[in-house]
């Protein structure tokens, strides 16, 4: 009797384990996803901010640019060497620009603001072209009227810029605010397990003992 009684229990007590062990591999496995995805969305944020620096620090030099050509209309291969550096320096603006929304779009933020920036550029920058084709090489005055119809346009987007960075930072800094509360919620979990396995060998050795008196 006494070998069956042990039998009994020890199946009990490898069942019960096994269960525990299961619910805890499984409760593991899912927090490290967790980790994982929540990492890497920490990592893309701030990538995202580094391209809107980019963005900015582009439309920095292709402003700079932009004025030294004007400067130099008159000498040939100064004028040339600004004008490379005016398109260098806008191809720069849209590609930190479009990173940023190739990475929102990956972790399924909004990107209308984004596009609003990338069209705001764009039509900078036919302003430019279209002001750039009233140059007179020789002529100063033209210098100064073709300057003047592009003054100040592109402050709108340098500022719009900013209040984007700005929102992603603080939206990055929400992200970090809600990592205790996501510990928290692992905690509640951890004990749930708890509970449903102690839950469950209670189950188990009423069940057992059931069987021992029927037998």
Excluded at 30 to 47: G, H, I, P
Excluded at 68 to 94: P, T, W
Aim: proline fraction near 1%; glycine fraction near 8%; charge should be positive.
């Amino acid at each position: 009797m006494s070998r069956r009684i042990f039998g009994a229990v020890a199946k009990f007590v490898a069942l019960a384990a096994c269960l525990a062990a299961l619910g805890g591999y499984q409760l593991s496995q899912l927090f490290l996803e967790v980790d994982v995805s929540s990492a890497k969305r920490s990592v893309q944020l701030l990538e995202i901010e580094e391209y809107l620096d980019d963005a900015a620090i582009g439309l920095g030099r292709q402003i700079q640019e932009w004025k030294d050509m004007l400067l130099r209309a008159n000498d040939s291969a100064q004028h040339s060497k600004h004008q490379q550096g005016f398109k260098e320096a806008s191809i720069a603006v849209q590609y930190a620009l479009m990173k940023s929304k190739s990475i929102m779009l990956d972790i399924g933020m909004e990107t209308a603001n984004i596009d609003e920036l990338i069209a705001e550029h764009k039509s900078l920058l036919t302003g430019y072209l279209q002001a750039y084709a009233g140059l007179k090489p020789s002529g100063g005055d033209s210098r100064n009227s073709v300057d003047r119809q592009v003054l100040g346009v592109d402050r709108s987007l340098q500022t719009r810029i900013v209040l984007v960075k700005t929102g992603i930072s603080d939206y990055a800094k929400q992200q970090l605010v809600r990592a205790p509360q996501t510990q928290g919620s692992r905690n509640i979990m951890v004990g749930l397990l708890g509970a449903v396995s102690l839950f469950m060998m209670a189950v188990l050795g009423f069940v057992y003992a059931r069987r021992m008196r029927a037998g």
